[in-house]
């Protein structure tokens, strides 16, 4: 199986309650069981409204950001959906290709 570095950005946002950052800690742990990522969470609250942004990063087994895609189709919840904003996802080979100089990423605001 060839590991590629695997870099994936999130935000949600919901009405305030006070648990957004712990929810998707959970969601994180079950999403992302078996591949070797680590995330990174800012939270913010102001006005009613709770917001995180999440950074993902590590090697993981997807070779292509459609790989991504359809692993978080299959395996996020309803919740995880609901409270999505915003994404930008980056999958590289692992060490780059020095002969091409490929490398694949999607944005998407």
Not at 29 to 36: E, P, T, V
Not at 72 to 90: M, S, V
């Amino acid at each position: 199986m060839k590991i590629n570095e695997t870099y994936l950005d999130f935000c949600f946002i919901q009405e305030t309650t006070g648990s957004l950052a712990g929810d998707v800690n959970n969601m994180f742990k079950r999403i992302f069981s078996g591949q070797r990522l680590n995330w990174y969470m800012d939270e913010k609250s102001e006005d009613g409204i709770e917001v995180v942004v999440a950074e993902v990063k590590g090697m993981s087994s997807w070779t292509s950001v459609e790989e991504v895609i359809h692993h978080l189709d299959e395996n996020a919840g309803e919740e995880f959906w609901e409270t999505l904003q915003g994404y930008q996802f980056n999958v590289y080979p692992a060490g780059g290709c020095s002969s091409c100089g490929q490398r694949e990423s999607r944005r998407i605001n």
